[in-house]
């Protein structure tokens, strides 16, 4: 009897069904008020959302391509060199890279470089009274060489272990301050950036339309006069970061070339271009300025009358210049892909707020 | 009197609990109806979320490494260099990068360089007909070199201020057309790439496990008959992009190489493989052709039996080729840690839109 | 009439308002109840969302600069080359790089190669008996030159084609093992690496302020004793990825650095430290090892007495380190910015969730 009770009841409750009870006010007073309201919401998602927010509108990423040339002549005087110009080829290294280029601007030279024998920097660590105190084979990470174990005369004071290395060493002092290519501050660098929005089909470049050969070839970037011209200065660009050229140029360091495409594809194509930002990208904090600057090395290879290999060494200090496009274009679409895609959401959102606004009002009304 | 009434008025207020009147309906025809709509709604959050747009998998972004090797042979005869073969290590410049990779096509050569003195290229200027036209020390950043404050004979006709410089200096002219290195069009690259999802911990490369060596060593890239071959040829990567190679080589350009790995880890892992897109990156409009293609100048130093160093300057063209590797992975997750995480939105929006559909269909029922 | 009688209804169907009946309890249990459950969902939104979720954070992506420096010197002992010493210019190619530095390990050299004509290493294709099987002017990818139409004499067994190419042709074989620069395991690199969150205006790097030259000009990065070191023991990395150095130097291989920073803004700054993880990037699966690990060709090029270009082959192998850097700062807004911003859903998503739980108690009181 009770299991039959049960069941009963548990068929009751499926067959149950349960709904708030409807009150139907039928004054023009109140349906005055509802309509009203249902209005206000409608222009609120027609006037806020589509057209001040842009909610309608599809957005893009950018796909993008950077090239670089470094033009500009310095001029170096040195009692190693003598006078010696240095153009493109030689202080851009490596000559090509993707989004990036550096500029040598300072420079400690050692020349011809033989693997022989000599005598070690003075350090500690390398110092020596007699061969005793050097260890053949041995090889320090903060040393130029492998030790031969012999003790020998580095200066008319000074006795170091003797290395086997590529000799004479490079020696250990600050870079020249003035910086050696100070003309540097006087290169110019065109930079050729290509952008595309697959999504829209839509490509655009740097070098605006109503840019002919005539003006790129003697125009210069300048953000009141000439805010279109894609030829930069290298002082302009370091001098917009709130950096001091020469200063930058003893140690070197990393500057950002930050490019930026925000383009609403609703307005002629013409009012989308490029905005160009200069920024240092490497700490230069006066209180934390272990290891300050940016620099490495690199040598020339060569091979005298006996076919020996010499090598020029050089420590590079200079400016690394990285290139960074940012973007993001806007595009009108149609109502109904709108619906079927992503941006669903937002209408969604406003659709549920709209609910509850009229929710809040109708608990008030009666 | 009247504070006390407001204060039992408040009181009353905070205890009063407002819900709406329930009316429950036990009737055989409407509770069916009921239920049936609840079990379309639930066939339609499993049929609709789960099984076709897939709301329970989880996501990842992909790590990837690229590395590339050219191989191929170019023959050129000029009356500068002779017949002479060029090979992977004297086009590839420099012989490694991260992402990209960079073939010469056409080249401008200046041999034996020294650093001396000889008259400017003629260019509005440097024209000059006295000393008095030149000025010493000056450097023109369209220029070559330092002047020296002389003018001299540059031909029979012309004269031009003498400068500091590489000399003899770089002539000023368009590039050989037909390119130099017309054969780059048969070169090949292997293009090697390893993805990794680190929160799946899957890996894969674009070598798929059946390729073997001997597939390997004779393959080329076809997008019907070797699609999984990752050996491509350079004119073939360029054809697909709709352009011309022998065109583009010879004022060079830059090209993306895309690839996409878009995996379903529901599925077997070996249906996950890479697809290959081609597209030329830099514009190439011929309305706006102002500084067409792609080029940079490097040089090759020497030093001769007096121990002076010369150069051979090379002003290069070429297509750079920047590897683009983009990718997801989709995983199913089990429904405990999906109710934990993010996911949880999709379902809740569904859930919402339930409520919704029972709503509009209770309010019409009574 | 019926027209009318239409307009009529449709009329009032515009001014009908539909409303729920409200239930209103006056009752000091039921209200208790209420007002309980509304402060534990209060409790709830404060503690849960905005202290442990922080959802009131705002959120900024990275803006990185990384510059590394490799220091070692490996010494190699071959019949070619005699004893010789490789420092950092030797090694590192290119000198420098964006986000990544490659260090050579391994290598096969072909020294003095000249323009001229020599036999064809034996592979299928080349091998010949007769003049007949060569053909003038063919050049195989596979190949090292263009064919000049003869069958030589290439060792005393076998024939090939003779070729015009850069000679002698690097012979076809595998890297020695164990690697020439198996030193390189010791080499050292100081990564710098400055982060810029441009939103938040605030700066960091890795050398972190504490660090003083001393320091760095001995410290050597250890997970336990010296985490905050920015020099690298290249075979730790390796050893950190569960690969083994000396293996993978044989073939070369790519691996990532990634370097992480999450900073909570609202927490002292020091407390915004990098954290540091090494992984092999390319793959190394010994079932699919096809073509494995990492090289490249590159030359070195010289003038002989007679003003002839020879050229030094290098085919390196060796180790690419590429850094990632990733990262994250959050930060405390006022509440003001943050109602009128993006965190707007998640206090919607709670507020739905708050309506939800009532309406389910709600239904369940009377």
Redesign the interface.
Known sequence: MKTRGCCASIC?C???????????????K???L??ITQALVIAYVIGYVCVLNKGYQDTDAV???V?T?V???A?TNTSDLG???W????Y?????????F?VLTNLLITLNQT?SHCPEVPKTGFDCTSDRDCKAGS?D??????QTGKCVKYSAVDKTCEV???CPLELDKEPPNPPMLA?AE???V?I?N?I?YPKFNF???N?L?Y???TY??QCVFNRITDPDCPIFRLKDMVTEANEDFQTMAVHGG?M?VQIRWECDLDMPSSWCVPRYTF?R???K?P??N??PG????????????N?EE??T?IK?FGI?F?V?VFGQVTVVCDWIVLTCMTKK?IY??EK?SYVDDFQLL??E??
């Open positions: 009751q499926f067959f149950e069904y349960s709904t708030p009870k409807i009150l139907v006010i039928r004054s023009f109140v349906g005055t509802n309509r796909l993008s391509s090239t040339k033009k500009g002549i001029l006078l010696r110009i153009d493109v080829a030689d851009v290294i490596p000559p090509q890279e993707e989004n990036s550096f693997q090889r990470t903060r040393g130029n060489g492998v086997l290395a590529w003309d006087n290169f110019t065109l050729k290509s595309r490509n655009k470049r070098i339309p840019v002919n050969k790129l070839e990393v950002g920024r990208l490497d700490n904090d209180v934390n272990v290891a940016y620099n490495f090395r690199f040598a020339k290879y060569y091979k005298n009358g076919n010499t090598r060494l590079g690394r990285d960074m959401n969604n959102e549920y109708s608990n009304t009666p």
